[in-house]
């Protein structure tokens, strides 16, 4: 616990400093010109932000005498956000889904670069202030079968199945309290959070299966459950104008078994708008869950991008 207080210490630090080189009066100014595409056209407290984006890259190699391998790969993203506040009632939903492959002139498969789907809700009702009572439900998955690849005794290319669709999918909820600034700058903490971890029994019911290692779910079982505290930030922020940054930070202890390994959950996308189509697009992700994988899971996707406000 005291592990993952230093971590949102850190977190929130690092907004301070960032929010001292910019008054409020700015960072409200550059907001509204970075949103112009926010809808709110009911005037009944929903408003919805969001883009849709594209990354192409192409690769071709003719008689080059330093190398290389033909290839071509695209990257589709969302981020879409759908929004309610009016009087003591705040209801914050957020939607990330991306997907991408890789083609290789050499590779007899289509590799990915890029998979997730991710749902997060919060619903809140004012406490004081701009403290709300919460309940969230946070939901991910991947889209597509998921590979380890290698070779055969001859050499050639070979993959093995590893992951797919809800194997693994992950489903968090519970209540909290929730504080929020704005929509750029919200908390939520939750001390009794419910986490399911769910897999296709085919991945835990092989002969040999070692059990709880596939992402700590117990032979021939399709579920694992966890009791815990959960706290998640969000922060966003124009840092000149046409760059914005999304900062998303997840973190979870587990009551039930070794405590002290905080699952981390920290996602950065960045957009430095081009014009009104095209941008370059930064997205990272760093996972730690030592019931996935011991050591941290990195992800990264940079690009120049078509992107479609809406």
């Known amino acids: 616990m005291k592990n993952l207080l ?6 929130l630090a690092s907004f301070s400093l960032v929010q001292a080189q910019n008054t409020e009066k700015e960072l409200i100014k550059n907001t509204e010109k970075a949103v112009k595409f926010i809808s709110d056209t009911t005037g009944n407290g929903w408003k919805s932000t969001g883009n849709v984006s594209f ?38 939903n957020k939607i990330l889904a991306s997907y991408g492959i890789l083609q290789t002139e050499n590779s007899d498969f ?50 093995t199945e590893n992951t797919n669709f809800m194997s ?7 209540p909290g309290i929730f504080w929020k600034k704005s929509d750029n700058l919200k908390l939520n903490f939750a001390p009794l959070t419910s986490k399911m971890t769910f897999v296709d029994k085919l991945y835990t019911s092989d002969i040999g299966y070692v059990d709880e290692s596939y992402f700590g779910v117990k032979a021939n079982k399709t579920m694992r459950y966890e009791l815990g505290f959960y706290a998640s930030a969000y922060y966003k922020l124009d840092i000149m104008t046409n760059v914005s940054a999304e900062n998303i930070l997840n973190l979870y202890s587990n009551y039930l078994e070794d405590p002290q390994n905080i699952d ?24 730690y869950d030592d019931n996935a994988f011991q050591g941290f899971q990195t992800r990264e996707v940079f690009g120049l991008g078509i992107n479609y406000l809406f």
């Open 6 to 11: 230093q971590l949102l210490f850190i977190f």
């Open 55 to 92: 990354l192409f890259n192409q690769s071709n190699f003719n008689n080059w005498i330093a190398g290389g391998e033909n290839n071509i790969s695209g990257n589709l993203g969302i981020n879409y956000n759908i929004n309610y506040k009016k009087d003591d009632v705040s209801w914050d």
């Open 110 to 159: 289509e590799k990915k670069t890029d998979d997730r789907l991710e749902i997060n809700s919060i619903y809140g009702k004012r406490a004081f202030g701009n403290w709300y009572y919460s309940f969230f439900v946070n939901f991910r998955t991947q889209f597509t079968k998921g590979y380890v690849y290698g070779q055969d005794a001859n050499g050639a290319e070979i993959r």
């Open 168 to 174: 693994p999918g992950y489903l968090t909820f519970g």
């Open 264 to 287: 981390i959950d920290y996602s950065l996308n960045i957009v430095m708008k081009i014009n009104k189509f095209l941008s370059t697009n930064l997205s990272f992700q760093a996972i």
